[in-house]
C-alpha cells in the first residue's frame, strides 16, 4: 500500500543512521556511461559485463567535489550553502 511507501521512504531519508543521511551520493546517466558520487569517490562506468569500462577517481578537495556536481550532474548550488559538503571528503 502507499502508506507503506510513504513510511519507508520518510524512514530512510530521515533516521540518523540511515545512508541517505550519512552518505553523500549522486548518480546520472548520460548517454551509454553511468556517473555516480559516493563520498569520495568518482566513478563512470560504461558497457556491462566482461566488456564494461570503469574509471574511478578520489575526490580530494572540495573545489574538485562542486565542479562535478556542476559540470557531470549538472546541480545548480548557487546560493546554496555548501560549508559542510567537504565533510563527505
Do not use: M
Not at 533516521?15 to 555516480?36: E, K, M, S, W
Not at 559485463?49 to 577517481?57: A, H, L, N, P, Y
Not at 562535478?68 to 567537504?86: A, P, R
Amino acid at each position: 500500500p502507499l502508506v507503506d511507501q510513504e513510511c519507508s521512504n520518510w524512514f530512510s531519508c530521515t533516521y540518523p543512521t540511515a545512508r541517505f543521511t550519512n552518505q553523500l551520493f549522486i548518480c546520472r546517466i548520460v548517454g551509454d556511461q553511468r556517473h555516480h558520487i559516493l563520498n569520495d569517490q568518482y566513478v563512470i562506468r560504461k558497457g556491462h559485463g566482461v566488456d564494461k569500462d570503469v574509471k574511478t577517481e578520489q575526490i580530494t578537495e572540495k573545489k574538485r567535489l562542486l565542479c562535478l556536481v556542476d559540470e557531470v550532474f549538472e546541480i545548480k548550488l548557487d546560493g546554496v550553502d555548501t560549508e559542510e559538503i567537504d565533510h563527505f571528503l
